[in-house]
């Protein structure tokens, strides 16, 4: 059992029984669903821990046995939030992609992801609280792994020569990955003077092709 903290096995000895496993791992999940649910709706200072432990059904008390506060439990959300948008990224099947497809397909699947899972865009950008939490998002074990993706495709281009010889693998993936989170967060605000349309999708899907390939 994962739980985020070790006290919460020492407050209950029988968590380790197969049965209390499931059902405590069972709680957790409906936690962190919930969580999901009332920091996309409301914004981290917005949430109370009350109103997530009301919508997963559990006693304030049972909520801090599994996180020691809001904020670990918003760091946990995130995270996973996160994970699950780099798994959208990755593509279907690799080897039958070109570095270049898989470039542009990986552009489409994140901006597919954060308009039908608006809650990444939303806790990075809409609350001025979540300073702190932007910080941490940065750190390797979050952000890292889109920028390892993207690279990789990258240097598969370069090995194959569909991409630039010259080209700097490291700084075309961060700046690819800062295009690719701008237009997701484009994907799920909607906002009439920033518009993500087709034509425009496709303007950047050639613009970073256009980058990178092999003259």
């Known amino acids: 059992m994962n739980l985020d903290h070790s006290e919460s096995t020492a407050e209950d000895p029988q968590a380790a029984l197969p049965g209390r496993?499931?059902?405590?791992?069972?709680?957790?999940?409906?936690?962190?669903?919930?969580?999901?649910?009332?920091?996309?709706?409301?914004?981290?200072?917005?949430?109370?821990?009350?109103?997530?432990?009301?919508?997963?059904?559990?006693s304030?008390?049972?909520?801090?046995?599994?996180?020691?506060?809001?904020?670990?439990?918003?760091?946990?959300?995130?995270?996973?939030?996160?994970?699950?948008?780099?798994?959208?990224?990755?593509?279907?099947?690799?080897e039958s992609e070109t570095p270049a497809q898989a470039l542009e397909g990986m552009f489409r699947r994140s901006v597919d992801f954060c308009r039908s899972t608006p809650l990444l865009?939303?806790?990075?950008?809409?609350?001025?609280?979540?300073?702190?939490?932007?910080?941490?998002?940065?750190?390797?074990?979050?952000?890292?792994?889109?920028?390892?993706?993207?690279?990789?495709i990258l240097q598969a281009g370069v090995t194959s020569g569909e991409f630039r010889g010259d080209l700097d693998v490291r700084s075309a993936?961060?700046?690819i990955c800062q295009l690719q989170s701008d237009y997701s967060r484009r994907a799920y605000a909607d906002d009439p003077r920033f518009p993500l349309t087709p034509a425009i999708i496709e303007t950047a899907v050639r613009f970073i092709h256009d980058a990178v390939r092999a003259r």
Request: glycine fraction near 4%; charge should be positive; include cysteine.
């Open 21 to 58: 496993q499931d059902q405590s791992q069972q709680r957790r999940a409906r936690i962190l669903d919930a969580a999901r649910e009332c920091f996309g709706q409301d914004g981290y200072a917005g949430a109370t821990v009350a109103r997530i432990a009301q919508e997963a059904g559990v």
């Open 60 to 94: 304030n008390g049972l909520l801090y046995q599994f996180f020691r506060n809001k904020e670990r439990l918003f760091a946990v959300v995130l995270k996973d939030v996160v994970r699950d948008w780099v798994r959208a990224m990755v593509p279907r099947s690799r």
């Open 121 to 152: 865009p939303a806790l990075l950008s809409r609350d001025p609280a979540l300073q702190l939490q932007r910080i941490q998002m940065a750190s390797a074990d979050r952000i890292e792994p889109h920028r390892r993706l993207v690279a990789s």
């Open 173 to 175: 993936a961060d700046l």
